[in-house]
DNA sequence: ACAGGTTGTAAGTGATCGCTTACCGTAAGT
DNA sequence: ACTTACGGTAAGCGATCACTTACAACCTGT
């Protein structure tokens, strides 16, 4: 069920922002502040959203936080989103498949 | 850049709720609204979120709509977690292989 | 111990959001 | 044509949200 707080966390245009910013590399609040229109604070809050959703994880160096990709919250609604996907394609297949394919299976 | 769209759209529980309410089945706005905890025009509004950001789709019957959930919208949303999830993974494992493989390549 | 640098948190504010009730248009049945 | 059923939209309201500035806590050199 934590699916919906990693939704809910990447909704914000500039909270996404601030989590593809650490696509492939991590970086400190700082750093992602300075490549964002909104102030260090405002990060830092976001970053805490993010944190709380399991989508990222932070480390100490130094007096700095390096903050990274979090695989867990991105795992867990990847397998939501898969698990739905299958269940809708199949249903919409159905749906279309019924004047494509006349069915003829039983009887005529 | 429509999984923005798609995202924001299932960030709220109770249109998530709508959403997955059409699992499988299409149904009309008041079979869903009778389902759900609010008024039949609070899951109009969902559903005209929903269809904005191409995740449901309807079709008349009559006087009534049937809403049905459109691959398009989940389709986009999966692309960009399946590109995201590879890329993140990517640079978590070579995050963790740091360690592991002490670099000792440029003198000592 | 002090100074400079980096981050988290509190308080306040303007805007957005989700919900409700009321109303209007449309489709089918008598 | 009138009635009944169904759904979209407008208006208004309370709550949440994202952002800012100000402040406190922490670490690192000198």
Redesign the interface.
């Known amino acids: 069920m934590a699916y ?1 707080m990693a ?2 966390a ?4 500039t909270r ?1 922002a601030v989590f ?1 910013r650490l ?4 970086a400190s609040v700082g750093e992602i502040a300075a490549d964002l229109p909104v102030s260090r604070p405002a990060v830092s809050q976001h970053l805490k959203a993010l944190k709380l959703a399991g989508l990222v994880a932070d480390r100490s160096e130094g007096a700095r936080r390096i903050y ?2 979090d ?1 867990l919250g ?2 867990e ?2 397998r939501w ?2 698990e ?2 299958d ?6 297949k159905k ?1 279309v498949e019924v004047p494509a394919t006349p069915r003829r299976r039983k009887q005529a």
Chains 1, 2 share one sequence.
């Open positions: 919906g939704l809910s990447l909704a914000d245009p996404r593809e696509r492939g590399k991590a990274h990709i695989p991105l795992g609604l990847r989103l898969d739905f996907w269940e809708a394609l199949a249903a919409f749906e």
